[in-house]
């Protein structure tokens, strides 16, 4: 069972365009939403990161937006980039818990 | 600093062989956690060991066994491999125990990428 949903599973955007990755989650014991960007052959690497109590967390061109009554979270970048070309993850970790639940990944590709 | 470092790479191995995979963490990271990440998912949780004792374990099967060292690196073994096994397997290290973590302490490595024939 999937703890977290994430969609699309691939996105083409072009460059200086804005790039929207969505997540969902049911357990409403997950207290810290992280975001991974991964480069093939690497490692998943933390781009950012919200807890529920914030609705927006901005970080340079990477925004997230946390809907709690939905369940809901996105990644947003502005101005996307080539070398923004990468799959992104979105993740869940519960409160006091020692794991992250990843969703299934978002292959973003930015078109120069 | 060196970051989380992995070997093997890469390998090949059949069905029903034995793997050891092993992980070295940042140095102060005394917490090392594997993941397996099967090509086009996210990554999954397999353990989690903190000061060499196991602190949190995923849904695998017995087939699958860490342990960690006193100089805190870490090894990941599966037994019996399936094809399904095939993937990539990436530690983690942090510094501090999983109910204090914060996932931007989480670093991971490169991974070891598994393929069962």
């Known amino acids: 069972q999937q703890q977290v949903k994430q969609s699309p599973q691939s996105l083409i955007v072009q460059k200086g365009g804005i790039s929207i990755i969505n997540c969902a989650y049911e357990?409403?014991?997950?207290?810290?939403f992280p975001w991974y960007q991964q480069f093939p052959g690497k490692g998943p690497a933390l781009l950012i990161a919200?807890?529920?109590?914030?609705s927006e967390k901005k970080e340079g061109r990477f925004t997230i937006s946390f809907n709690k009554s939905a369940k809901q979270f996105s990644l947003h970048i502005m101005d996307s980039q080539p070398g923004d070309s990468a799959t992104y993850f979105c993740a869940a970790m519960k409160g006091g818990a020692n794991n992250l639940f990843f969703g299934t990944g978002t292959r973003l590709t930015v078109i120069p | 600093d060196a970051g989380v470092t992995q070997s093997p790479t890469h390998l090949i191995k059949t069905r029903g062989q034995h793997v050891t995979l092993r992980c070295s963490p940042i140095?102060?990271?005394?917490?090392v956690s594997w993941y397996q990440q099967v090509l086009g998912q996210g990554p999954q949780f397999i353990f989690q060991y903190y000061e060499k004792e196991e602190r949190g374990r995923g849904n695998f099967p017995d087939r699958f066994s860490a342990r960690q060292f006193p100089n805190y690196s870490s090894e990941l073994n599966v037994n019996a491999l399936l094809l399904g096994d095939s993937a990539l397997y990436l530690c983690?290290?942090?510094?501090?125990?999983?109910?204090?973590?914060?996932?931007?302490?989480?670093?991971f490595g490169e991974g070891s990428r598994l393929t069962v024939l």
């Open positions: 919200i807890r529920p109590d914030v």
């Open positions: 357990n409403t014991a997950f207290d810290y």
């Open positions: 140095s102060g990271h005394k917490s």
């Open positions: 983690a290290s942090s510094l501090r125990l999983a109910g204090a973590l914060q996932a931007g302490e989480l670093f």
